[in-house]
């Protein structure tokens, strides 16, 4: 294998974002949605108030992250497989840049949006 050529390191993360995926996405399914008391009454509340503690924030961005960095990093892998010019590759590296952030922000925002909502008593 050769570690030195320049598109290894976007294949390795795109594999470890895959493996990191899988845990992550787990860990959020069977917590918030095959708990064995996810037909009580009182279940919706215990969710929103684990959803909203700063913990499960910050693994709700990181998972975010991961999936953006992870989808977009495929996109950017079935775009250099074609070899195209040096300036259109640069240019699609830019929006996809461009698309990352904007929706890594959007994310974060309604994240924190939903915490603080919740913290004024406004989510029922």
Known sequence: MNTENKGFISWFLQRVTALLLVAGISVHFFLFHFSPSRYASRYHDEIVNQFCSPGW?????????????????GLWGIFADYNFKKKS??????????IGLVLFGTGVYILIWFAKIKAEGLVP
């Open 89 to 98: 590759g640069d240019l699609f590296k830019q929006v996809l840049w461009f």
């Open 57 to 73: 924030i910050t693994f709700n961005i990181c998972l975010l992250a991961l999936v953006i960095f992870h989808g977009l990093n």
